[in-house]
């Protein structure tokens, strides 16, 4: 397809599970990003790639959030040890190249995490 | 730090009045700007932009002026229609971290016939 792909797009763990998130960005994209959405509010940043490297990762809530990108493609965030407040929608974004200035911002549909 | 404010919604209006969705922002030095809008069961998209002082960004009727003066960036149509029904985030970015971006809370908007 040629927009971002996430997959699943529903997930529910009970808690104390650990879970995987599955990103595709657009084919030659170099910027990744995941943020979290929780319900009624605005995407707030977890972590940044710039191909396989990920230069940031300042937002993530803590040490139970890890996320990879190890080919500079697909992307995987996996969340441990699952906790209630982690329910969120999880959203990847991906853009060609590294500035905001050039090329959009793209959006997949996200995953709906829900923690029991 | 950095940080975006939007009113709250939900904003319901009847098909083809007047909007305004107020946006103001926090920063750190000299963000760009942008609103993003995401129709019910898709993703979000880039609705405009606006990247230095007194730009006004523009799309499918919207429009957005970034006001330094101010820190506003309001999101007006002159005549909304009910496919305009959505959730509307404002959001700005600083030339770090890969131009991440940092949201306000969004908008909820809902437009009657």
């Known amino acids: 397809g040629a927009g971002v792909s996430q997959s699943p797009r529903y997930k529910v763990a009970k808690r104390g599970q650990d879970v995987a998130l599955r990103c595709d960005p657009i084919s030659g994209h170099v910027s990744l990003f995941w943020y979290q959405q929780a319900l009624g509010q605005g995407p707030e940043f977890l972590t940044y790639?710039?191909?396989?490297?990920?230069?940031?990762k300042s937002g993530l809530p803590s040490d139970r959030f890890f996320a990879e990108r190890p080919e500079g493609s697909v992307s995987t965030l996996k969340i441990q040890r699952t906790q209630q407040e982690d329910s969120a929608v999880y959203l990847c974004?991906?853009?060609?190249?590294?500035?905001?200035?050039?090329?959009?911002?793209?959006f997949g549909n996200g995953t709906r995490l829900t923690v029991t | 730090g950095n940080s975006v404010t939007q009113m709250e919604g939900p904003v319901t209006l009847s098909e083809e009045a007047f909007l305004t969705i107020n946006c103001t922002y926090t920063?750190?030095?000299?963000?760009?700007l942008f609103w993003y809008v995401q129709y019910p069961g898709e993703g979000l998209q880039l609705l405009l932009k606006a990247t230095k002082a007194d730009d006004k960004g523009s799309n499918k009727g919207f429009e957005a002026t970034y006001r330094k003066e101010t820190t506003s960036f309001h999101l007006e149509k002159g005549s909304v229609q009910v496919s305009d029904s959505a959730v509307y985030f404002c959001a700005l970015s600083l030339n770090n971290a890969g131009n991440m971006l940092t949201f306000g809370g969004g908008t909820r908007l809902m437009v009657k016939p």
């Open positions: 790639f710039q191909n396989e490297a990920q230069l940031d």
């Open positions: 974004a991906s853009r060609r190249d590294s500035s905001s200035y050039n090329s959009p911002l793209h």
């Open positions: 920063a750190t030095g000299y963000p760009s």
